[in-house]
């Protein structure tokens, strides 16, 4: 049996990889690597680790390279058929568990757990055991593995059932759903995603409340926590790479780019998101609305730069939601703009080094999601702003745990509220906004991706 282990002595398992490929014209591929805090986190590890991340092909490239046997050190790209790929991420995750554990559904969306569901589950089984086989294959005995977030959430009961040798944890990146709205899933379905779960020696989550969350659903669904423990790791803003990406050259020239657009003088209240219903970008851009209807002697002196990047483009609910973050974008400059002030400068397509920039210029940063895991956006703002910023918080966000003394704390679903704190911002003292801006990068940075990481392992082997 010994035989048949891999070599891999730390392996991290995500859907979604630190590298993608492109298929060229002349079919050549291209390799891009990502950013975030997982990549920096894992590369911190190193290769002298034996460490192997195993991630699912997501895009034709991606299938291509997996055919060719192109491929980084360290990564393993497992080809799941693309239509089982798609059933169990768009069709489970994203429309189903992530609305769970943001709790977004509203009517008349609200599930329907028919066939076409069942037949999702199925693929998501399979999506899981695919994710769980490579990594018994490639794990060295007594190896330590990290499954990533809601994705992979029946890996750790499969890898413990080929591989109990292994040590087993679990992190999410998301909330977790309370008990009452947990429920709505399918009793069946909601006991395989718990004993999933709990198939692992130790669960990872952003914040206590959402610890505390999954642990009620354990004990109300699944008997409790068995033998499973839990831990709380905040992921923290990574200070040293932010800073030293903000100064680079193609981060300067947008800096330029975006100051023609705001205009001279002005104030910046800048967002950065995923075009995403749990940010709740369009109450975001409503109360600024009522900020200018009410506070005219804003009109003219403020910007609102809003950054919100396609995501999840595949499903009809985020598609409509772009649109109408557009719709209402329009709206505002074309009820407030004057002929050489713009109210909202949105932009659409993704750009880091031009969010590095806006951050930079930020006076004010608005993150008001409706629920969400952390919300590094908020950690990252006070780090990278040039004068300091105020931050806009909605109380909802896992980053409120850590941030919401010095930030201004909002209800996100409350738009005049959300108005309210804006003008509160953009009126702070400027002693006072670098002060609390020091405090907040401070708070932000207290645990690093690379420490975030080393710390989750050191107490899975613990
Ligand atoms: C959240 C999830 C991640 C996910 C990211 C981007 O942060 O917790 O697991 O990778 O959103 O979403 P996407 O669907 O594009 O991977």
Known sequence: MASTYGAAQVLVASNRGPVSYTVGEDGSLDAKRGGGGLVSGLSAIGSDADALWVCSALSDGDREAV???VGEDGVRMLDIPADVHADAYNGIANSVLWFVHHMLYQTPLEPVFDAEFRRQWASYETYNRAFAEALAEEAAQGAAVVVQDYHLTLVPGMLRELRPDLRIGHFSHTPWAPPEYFRMLPDD?????LRGMLGADRLGFLTERWAEAFTACAERFAGG???????????????DFLRKRAHEPDVEERMAALRQEIGEGRRTIVRVDRTELSKNIVRGLLAYRRLL?????????VVHVAFAYPSRQDLAVYRDYTAEVQRVADEINAAYGTPDWTPVVLHVKDDFARSLAAYRLADVALVNPIRDGMNL???????????????????????????GEDAITVNPYDVTGTAAALHEALSMRPEERAERSKRLAAAATALPPAQWFVDQLDALRG
């Open 189 to 193: 379905v909601a006991g395989q995603v």
């Open 67 to 69: 055919r060719r046997g």
């Open 377 to 403: 956006v908020a950690k990252e703002v006070p780090v990278v702003s040039d004068a300091g910023c105020a931050l806009v918080l909605s109380r909802e966000a896992g980053a409120h745990e850590e941030l």
């Open 225 to 239: 926590l068995g033998g499973t423990r839990i831990g709380v790791h905040g992921l923290g803003a990574d200070a």
């Open 293 to 301: 209807e009410t506070h005219a002697e804003w009109r003219e002196r």
